[in-house]
């Protein structure tokens, strides 16, 4: 997180919504009101596709245009690689190898020029949405893609979150619990949260983060395809054109099938084609069971929150995929809570970040004792008595510590922050080392709901050099410190020696590996 060093006069927050399949780009006018900013192609949504063109990075529906034509020039899907380091995941193009948050930065560059454009005035700051249930390294890699893009990221925040925010802005005054149901084009997130004396506060939050869209869509795909391979003996996925030629049809009829009952699919390949009529009650048996696991997640939350359906007072739907009759059919089945109609799927997390970047230049604007935003913006964001309104979050995995436990002589993790902490926090606790002479103090920071090591997450090491001849069970004490933006830090400290690690885990791009990366992506032109 870069810390601000320019006057807030000089800068321009936007919000942005880096989605699966599609972003959007919101900001604050003049008067306090947040509204979307279209893009050069006067669309409120942009495609998150990427096309390189020799040294050029087409972003938006001109690169879905292409997805056909141009397969292997093609990259979609960033967001579900998130968080991986280059060996994970990498797309190369003209010789340069790209990382998911270099793609990612891609995608922000051109919300930002876009933003610039239709504005007239440079863009400096942003707040970039992510899905509640994204890990650490995700929300690092995020951060990253927003500063590769040359964005000074004021906060990353949670997508149920902003939605919030973006739904509670004019409803502050009455108090409710509102129960956010966010399915996009590859994550699937569901949150509580409280909105009271103009606080909203997330209660609690989960989701998977590889469900979404695509799986309707693949649904639709695969059947296709089996059919094919049925009546011609081929099968039409196995070329990267006919695949992406199909998957454009799959994802059209997907989307007829929520305003008709019926669609029908034509697909073809080396000179066979196929005709096939897809109804949406045959859809909908089809993808049960991809609408059974939201079900059980939706359940979950509301058994960790502790909550009957009847303490719940407005579902909040977002994301495109929300827009499919069986979606909301089957969440007003569950729940039997009205459904807010005054928000809109693709377009409420952008605007609920842009709020919260402009409570970011507020409460900055507080502490350096200036007031540049004008009062009439500074009115839409606080309360009668002045005070800007108050988000809280929460932590959604927990964060805890290898330990070594000489009873069952075996290690275990001990949990540091639990799930579902309000943050900003910071604990400390003390642990004796587990041997006699031990040379180093090495604390494994993992991330996860067990207790056994290997079914947790690592994150990173934190580690510090200890004086000799120490007893078994000296003290060390260990803090983690886990900041707005749920990046964690850990630090050591043992007889005057102190060791202070931001865990960044395999993302972890250095500063100086940003600012290559920042030089590189101005080479390329992104349209
Ligand atoms: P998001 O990432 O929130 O923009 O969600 C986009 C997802 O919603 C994609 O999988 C779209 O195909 C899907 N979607 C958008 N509109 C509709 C619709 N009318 N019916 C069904 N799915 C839709």
Sequence with gaps: MSVPDKATSSRKAVGIDLGTTFCAIAHIDAYGKPQIIPNSESERITPSVILFDGTNAIVGTLAKQNAVAEPEKIVDFVKREMGKSKAQFHREFNGKIYSAEELSALIIKKLKNDAERYLGEPVTDAVITVPAYFNDAERTATLHAGQLAGLNVLQVINEPTAAALAYGLDKLDSDQTVFVFDLGGGTFDVTIMKIENHHIRMMASNGD??????????????????????????????????????????????????????????????????????????????????????????????????????QIDRILLTGGMTRMPSVRDMIKAISNVPVADDVSPDEAVAIGAAVQGVLSLLSEEDKLGERVLPQEVRDQFSSEDGSL????????????????????????????????????????????????????????????????????????????????????????????????????????????????????????????????????LLQIKVV
């Design 209 to 310: 983060h590889r469900l979404g869209g695509k799986d309707w869509d693949d649904i639709i795909v695969n059947w296709v395809a089996d059919e094919f391979d049925k009546i011609h003996g081929e099968n039409p996925l196995l070329d990267l054109q006919s695949y992406q030629d199909l998957y454009n049809r799959a994802l059209t009829a997907k989307i007829q099938l929520s305003s008709r009952t019926r669609t029908t699919i034509v697909h073809s390949y080396n000179g066979k084609s196929v005709k096939l009529d897809l109804t949406r009650d045959e859809y909908e048996n089809r993808c049960r069971h991809l609408l059974e696991k939201c079900k059980t997640i939706c359940e979950i939350v509301m058994q960790e929150a502790g909550l009957q359906w009847s």
């Design 389 to 520: 309104i108050k988000v809280t979050n929460i932590t959604t995995h927990t964060l805890g510590v290898v330990l070594w436990d000489d009873g069952k002589v075996e290690e275990y993790v001990f949990p540091m922050i639990r799930k579902m902490t309000p943050v900003p926090v910071e604990t400390k606790n003390s642990f004796g080392t587990a041997k006699a002479n031990m040379k180093n103090a090495i604390v494994r920071v993992v991330e996860g709901e067990s207790t056994v090591p290997g079914e947790c997450t690592p994150l990173g090491i934190c580690d510090i050099e200890l004086p000799p001849f120490l007893p078994k069970g000296s003290p060390v004490e260990l803090t983690y410190s886990y900041n707005e933006n749920q990046v964690l830090e850990v630090i050591v400290d043992a007889y005057g020696r102190q060791n202070r690690v931001q865990i960044a885990r395999n993302t972890g791009l250095s500063d100086s590996e940003i600012e290559t990366a920042t030089a590189d």
